[in-house]
């Protein structure tokens, strides 16, 4: 399972796919990964974890410790990060 799942999704700006507005991205469940996300590992993770996580919970969040390589290859459902975002990059969602 996840590190963290949400009982109440948040929505996190994704600045990466909307470097010039506000893009949000809804996250239901956090997995943070004590490494540096590059293609090899990213891609088994991927595979292994981070693909069941999305069928069974829906979108979520990757925090990768030492950063990533930023043109990763990921799902759509899947945000990539190198930290807890900060709050002003975060939206707690009131209501379904």
């Given at each position: 399972t996840p590190d963290v799942r949400l009982q109440v999704p948040i929505a996190v700006r994704d600045k990466r796919a909307h470097p010039h507005g506000d893009g949000w991205r809804i996250v239901t469940w956090i997995d943070s990964k004590a490494t540096f996300g590059d293609d090899r590992t990213h891609t088994k993770q991927y595979e292994e974890q981070y693909s069941t996580y999305v069928n069974?919970?829906?979108?979520?969040?990757?925090?990768?410790?030492?950063?990533?390589?930023e043109?990763?290859?990921?799902?759509?459902?899947?945000?990539?990060?190198?930290?807890?975002?900060?709050?002003?990059?975060?939206?707690?969602?009131?209501?379904?």
């Open positions: 069974r919970y829906g979108p979520g969040l990757i925090i990768y410790w030492f950063d990533f390589i043109d990763l290859d990921t799902d759509a459902e899947v945000m990539i990060m190198n930290r807890f975002p900060d709050a002003d990059e975060l939206a707690q969602l009131t209501s379904l």
